[in-house]
C-alpha cells in the first residue's frame, strides 16, 4: 500500500511537533559552568564555584510551568589564587562556616522573544534573600537543551566583603554572575 503525499507530511509534522515538546529536566553538571567577573583595583578578574547543583524543569512550549534552582557551595569558590580563596570563605566575606551555600529559586520565567527568556526569582546569599532577574538564552540541540545567562549583582546588599572590604574602590561593588547549564530532555514517557 502506498501512503499518499499528505499523509506522509502529516506525519512527519506529527513527529517535528512532539520531538520539540520536551522537558529539559536532565541537568549535566560536568558540562555546565557557574562562574563570576568583577574589578579588584580597577583590573578586571573571573572566577568560578567548582561545586554547584541546580534543577531545572524547561519546556520552550510550557514556559508558565517553567523550574530553577540553583545552589553553589561558597567553600568551592575558585578566584585565582588560593590566598584569595580562603580570604574570600571568611567572615568579612561569604562566611561559609554560618553561609554555606548561595542559592537561586526562580519564581517564573518569561519570553522575550526568540530564544531568549528571563527567570524570575529570589537569590539568598549570607541569609539575605533579594530580588532577581536573570535573562538567559536557550538553544536545543537535539535532547539536548542549552542555557547561557548572566545578571549583575551588588555584593553590598548582600553583606558581601564587610568591613575594610566595604570600599568599592578597592573590590567594585558589581559583580556579574554568569551560568551555562546544559541539560538533556526527559525520556519520552511510554504507555
Do not use: C
Not at 26 to 43: D, H
Amino acid at each position: 500500500m502506498e501512503k499518499s503525499p499528505l499523509l506522509m507530511l502529516l506525519l512527519f509534522a506529527t513527529t517535528i511537533g512532539s520531538a520539540q515538546a520536551a522537558e529539559f529536566n536532565q541537568v549535566q553538571i560536568n558540562k555546565s559552568t557557574l562562574t563570576f567577573a568583577y574589578r579588584q583595583m580597577g583590573v578586571p578578574l573571573e572566577g568560578k564555584f567548582g561545586k554547584f547543583t541546580a534543577q531545572l524543569a524547561f519546556d520552550p512550549a510550557r514556559i508558565n510551568a517553567a523550574q530553577a534552582r540553583l545552589e553553589a557551595d561558597l567553600a568551592s569558590i575558585d578566584t585565582g589564587s588560593s590566598e584569595g580563596d580562603d580570604e574570600v570563605a571568611g567572615k568579612l566575606w561569604f562566611n561559609t562556616k554560618a553561609y554555606p551555600a548561595a542559592q537561586f529559586v526562580s519564581s517564573g520565567v518569561k519570553a522575550l522573544g526568540g530564544n531568549r527568556y528571563e527567570a524570575l526569582g529570589k537569590l539568598t546569599i549570607k541569609g539575605r534573600s533579594l530580588d532577581v532577574s536573570a535573562p538567559f538564552t536557550f538553544r536545543q540541540e537535539g535532547a539536548v537543551g542549552i542555557f547561557d545567562g548572566a545578571f549583575t549583582l551588588k555584593r553590598l546588599d548582600y553583606a558581601i566583603g564587610e568591613g575594610l572590604w566595604a570600599d568599592v574602590g578597592t573590590v567594585a561593588n558589581e559583580v556579574q554572575i554568569v551560568f551555562h547549564i546544559v541539560t538533556n530532555a526527559a525520556p519520552p514517557i511510554k504507555k
